[in-house]
């Protein structure tokens, strides 16, 4: 269990400073603002989700650094988050968007 808590807490830091350090300029993760991964956060965390991603979310997966994004798939930031690596490797053919290689 204390594996699991150091990923989540480095996440919880990352994102607290992009509150706290963010300022007017909106951070990002992979190119992608906090508004665009909310908008793609129910299609990656509930497998029973079986709606197609929303305009809001292939909009901001359009913009997305995909190979950044496939980067992450396996890593404990993900699992911290919650998200499911299988469902988010479903996104961008849902979007119509080629997936890069590396995934």
Request: glycine share 4%.
């Amino acid at each position: 269990m204390a594996n699991l808590q150091a990923p989540s807490m480095v996440v919880l830091l990352v994102l607290l400073s992009m509150v706290v350090y963010g300022g007017s300029e909106e951070q990002t993760f992979c190119n992608m603002t906090e508004d665009q991964l909310m908008a793609c956060k129910p299609y990656v965390t509930d497998p029973d989700t079986h709606l197609d991603p929303s305009p809001d979310c292939c909009s901001g997966l359009c913009n997305a650094d995909l190979s950044c994004l496939c980067s992450y798939r396996n890593s404990l930031v993900f699992m911290a988050l919650g998200i499911n690596s299988t469902l988010a490797m479903q996104l961008p053919p849902k979007c119509n968007l080629t997936t890069p290689a590396q995934c």
